[in-house]
């Protein structure tokens, strides 16, 4: 009887223990325990306005997923998003995938403030982001995972890159493969990541052609279910509205969950981006069907790619620096 209870306490510990994906020598710098003994409170921190935030505004979520992504395919995950705009440099946030719609940088900079406030220049902006995508992911019923820390913030931006590098809407398969695997990340953690849409919304204007004339010959495309083709042509029309948003995942919209791929299973994914990971490709398919199956195997993967990602070309050592203030290079 009492080895029965040990195991079952045992095995609730780690059914909700944060899941790791890495090694205390995790890329040679990046490791959870970063922080341990120069700022303990860290994670803290960064859950608890995180939390404010999303209370206010479940959107804030995505919101705050996206950036870290979008960060981190543009020169690495290096904070470089964050910062605005100076006589010499133009921001990432001025980028076609960004303008107008990427989000969450108050809360950040809030974050930020108040970990300068108990540990002065100790946590990178770009730790930040990548804490906040976990704990944002957690919020909405992800699964949790450790995060490896220790990354530097970057000391400039590139308006070019995250033009050229960051996913559209519109993109087809192979260039979307294409814009993965120049991160280091492969057909795996394309399919896993874009779960990330089962929260959030996009813009009408960000999948009007899909409803109008998605190859240039006035005919809707054939690959999204025409009733909810009709529905969606309701409040995003051929011309005007383009701000207008709609839920990425109109089943479950505030549980980070897999109805995203059960979407795409039933020509329902909002985006093109979405919908070609189960039209264009086998292997992109038979993933689609795995994790619409199966919703704790999507969650223990897309974590999993998220620690991958993060560690996409990060800063570490005496290469960038602690930025005071994340929108802006320190003096």
């Known amino acids: 009887m009492a080895r029965?209870?040990?195991f079952l306490i045992l095995?609730?510990?780690?059914?909700f223990a944060p899941m790791c994906y890495c090694s205390r020598t995790f890329s040679g710098h990046l490791y959870p325990q970063?922080?341990?003994y120069t700022c303990p409170q860290a994670e803290d921190v960064v859950r608890s306005i995180v939390a404010k935030a999303v209370a206010r505004e479940a959107r804030m979520a995505a919101s705050l997923i996206r950036v870290h992504f979008h960060d981190c395919f543009v020169q690495g995950c290096d904070g470089s998003i964050l910062l605005d705009s100076t006589g010499t440099m133009p921001s990432e946030k001025r980028s076609n995938p960004n303008r107008k719609s990427a989000r969450g940088f108050e809360v950040i900079e809030e974050i930020k403030a108040a970990l300068?406030?108990?540990c002065p220049h100790t946590v990178s902006c770009a730790d930040v982001l990548a804490l906040a995508a976990?704990?944002?992911t957690v919020l909405m019923g992800g699964r949790s995972w450790e995060v490896p820390l220790g990354r530097k913030d970057s000391r400039g931006a590139s308006l070019t890159l995250s033009n050229l590098?960051?996913?559209a809407p519109n993109d087809t398969f192979p260039i979307l493969l294409s814009k993965f695997n120049r991160q280091g990340l492969d057909i795996i953690d394309l399919v896993a990541l874009s779960g990330s849409h089962t929260i959030g919304n996009a813009r009408c204007t960000s999948f009007r052609q899909r409803l109008y004339t998605q190859s240039g010959d006035n005919q809707p495309d054939s690959m999204l279910d025409q009733s909810y083709a009709s529905q969606l042509r309701a409040t995003c029309?051929?011309?005007?509205?383009d701000?207008?948003?709609?839920?990425l995942d109109n089943v479950t919209p505030a549980a980070f969950d897999n109805s995203y791929f059960k979407n795409l299973l039933a020509y329902r994914g909002l985006l093109s981006s979405d919908q070609v990971l189960f039209t264009s490709n086998e292997q992109s398919m038979e993933l689609v069907k795995k994790y619409a199956e199966d919703n704790e195997v999507f969650l223990q993967q897309f974590a999993a790619s998220m620690v991958k990602m993060g560690n996409i070309s990060p800063l570490t050592g005496s290469r960038g620096e602690i930025r005071k203030i994340c929108r802006k290079i320190n003096s």
Do not use: W
């Open 116 to 118: 300068e406030e108990q």
């Open 165 to 167: 590098d960051i996913p």
């Open 237 to 241: 029309p051929r011309s005007g509205s």
């Open 11 to 15: 095995f609730s510990i780690l059914a």
């Open 134 to 136: 976990r704990d944002s």
């Open 243 to 247: 701000q207008n948003l709609f839920f």
């Open 4 to 6: 029965s209870m040990t």
């Open 34 to 36: 970063y922080y341990d």
